[in-house]
């Protein structure tokens, strides 16, 4: 029904940058709060940004300041610009949006597949 698709991940220098991009497609009425997450090995899935439709964001506190949430909802997509990383940034990120199918839908949670970000001299 509803398909994110995120891609921009890669291999980094520590200092780098790095753009992520998620597009959703589907049968979409609405989509509300979108976001990414990151998981390391061995460690739980852990919030890293979210913007509101209307672009409100909250950031991690690990990443204020070097992380830039944002969002076009012309195109159903939202972007994490990330900028001086750290090896510590390194995870898979996951894309999430919360969906509504038709108006009368409350929405729930969508994932996409993951990309890796791998920060390494």
């Known amino acids: 029904q509803v398909q994110l698709v995120e891609s921009g991940g890669g291999l980094v220098q520590p200092g780098g940058s790095l753009r992520l991009s998620c597009a959703a497609s589907g049968s979409i009425f609405s989509i509300n709060a979108m976001g990414w997450y990151r998981q390391s090995p061995g460690k739980e899935r852990e919030l890293v940004a979210d913007i509101t439709s209307g672009g409100n964001t909250n950031y991690a506190d690990s990443v204020k300041g070097r992380f830039t949430i944002s969002r076009d909802n012309a195109k159903k997509t939202v972007y994490l610009q990330m900028n001086s990383l750290k090896p510590e940034d390194t995870a898979v990120y996951y894309c999430?949006?919360?969906?509504?199918?038709?108006?009368?839908?409350?929405?729930?949670?969508?994932w996409g597949q993951g990309t890796q970000v791998t920060v390494s001299s």
């Open positions: 999430n949006a919360d969906v509504s199918t038709a108006w009368f839908d409350n929405g729930r949670g969508y």
